[in-house]
């Protein structure tokens, strides 16, 4: 009778060896009785922060035993992972070969400070680089993994096209952030924002293919006034089916946005032309976020962007440039052929254009051009 009790409690206890897994990989847990081959991963617990075209070494080190371990057979794996749960490889070494794959290579460097360490350096930092990492290192059958967040100083915007608002699908609310220099944001990205105080009132596509709004004043039209302030969240949404708007992330510039300086107003084709002349391109929406909050940029002046649309950039609130928090005013898409408007430049260069104005102290203190002006101007769209 003992013998079969025995046989019980050793089946249970191997039946319940915990595994992970995660859409067909298996992660096996080794289970020993002393720590020899064994290998353990460390890694810095939260986040490792940095901005678009930055450097960030994503920190990993392990301890493995016996320590006189061949280094020869260490291999160590770099690995984004979405989430959804999608894999993507990253580097990978084994001994003194290594491999940088995909949109990495050219800018995936390891460390290698010491013996143990499996950290690597990401250089042009990209928007499509924020997420989640996994630093997996292998010795023999033995392996640890360890998770590194990186993360992007960056603004929030919400996004709808010329035709009107919840009209993108996800994929079409992903073409437009890519359109205007930005990438869907995450839910953590938009939580940050609202906490910061971002306030909107229409629904909008996340990365991860759920949607969202962030509201920080309860009102009725909002989620009745009753409800707490919060991101509502509507769930994850057909893709393909369902329409609505977009949350943008955007990060540092790789130029410079500025207020082209004019005697006169001009219309779409000609703004077009005159950043030309100078040199430069229309700025898109997510350009001109980037400069409020990177470059401080701060114009009580309507112009055009690349989308069509009129807006400018607050950072001083005063009172005849649009209430009374900063943010991006958003005038709308008015017609293109008779509005007369300044325009927004971007320039890929550090050299200042001889028409660039780009702080505050405008001698025209009002946002004006000539028509009326659209009452679905944007109160603040806060940086995060």
């Known amino acids: 009778m003992f013998f079969v009790i025995a046989l019980l409690v050793s089946a249970l206890t191997v039946s319940s060896l915990p595994t992970d897994t995660y859409q067909g990989r298996k992660k096996v847990v080794h289970v020993l009785e002393d720590d020899t081959g064994a290998v353990i991963v460390q890694t810095a617990p939260g986040k490792v922060v940095t901005h678009r075209g930055g450097s960030i070494t994503l920190p990993c080190r392990f301890h ?6 061949d280094p020869e057979r260490i291999r160590i794996k770099w690995t984004k992972v979405t989430d959804s749960l999608q894999f993507e490889d990253v580097f990978v070494a ?7 794959f995909g949109a990495y290579k050219g800018r995936v460097f390891p460390v290698y400070s010491e013996a143990n360490d499996a ?26 993994t360890g ?3 990186l993360d992007l100083e960056g603004v929030v915007f919400p996004y709808y096209p010329s035709e009107g608002r919840y009209k993108l699908n996800y994929h079409q609310a992903e073409d437009a952030c890519k359109q205007q220099d930005a990438i869907l ?8 924002a609202w906490l910061e105080g971002l306030d909107w009132c229409n629904a909008g596509w996340l990365e991860d293919g759920s949607v969202q709004y962030p509201i920080s004043h309860p009102r009725e039209q909002c989620g009745r006034r009753d409800t707490p302030a919060g991101v509502r969240n509507y769930g994850y949404r057909h893709k393909e089916d369902e329409r609505y ?6 990060s540092k510039l790789s130029g410079r946005v500025y207020y082209l300086k004019r ?12 950043c030309t002349r100078d040199g430069a391109v229309v700025a898109n929406v997510g350009q001109l976020y980037a400069a409020w909050k990177f470059q401080l940029l701060d114009r009580c002046e309507a112009g055009w962007l690349e989308d069509g649309s009129i807006r400018y950039p607050i950072v001083n609130p005063r009172s005849r440039c649009g209430g009374s928090h900063p943010g991006v005013r958003h005038l709308g898409f008015p017609d293109k052929k008779f509005r007369l408007y300044g325009v927004y430049c971007f320039r890929k260069t550090d050299d200042e254009p001889a028409g660039a104005v780009d702080m505050t102290n405008s001698p025209m203190d009002g946002a004006r051009g000539r028509g009326n002006r ?10 995060i």
């Open 94 to 100: 084994l001994g003194r070969q290594q491999r940088v």
């Open 119 to 144: 950290s690597v350096i990401i250089q042009n930092v990209t928007l499509d680089d924020y997420g989640r990492y996994e630093c997996e290192v292998t010795n023999d059958m033995e392996d640890d």
């Open 147 to 149: 998770i590194v967040n």
């Open 374 to 383: 659209s009452s679905n101007s944007l109160n603040a769209t806060l940086v």
């Open 245 to 250: 708007d977009a949350f943008c992330f955007t």
């Open 263 to 274: 005697s006169k107003k001009v219309n779409y084709a000609e703004a077009t032309k005159v």
């Open 185 to 192: 944001a995450s839910h953590s990205q938009l939580h940050k």
């Open 64 to 69: 493995h035993e016996p320590e006189d371990t």
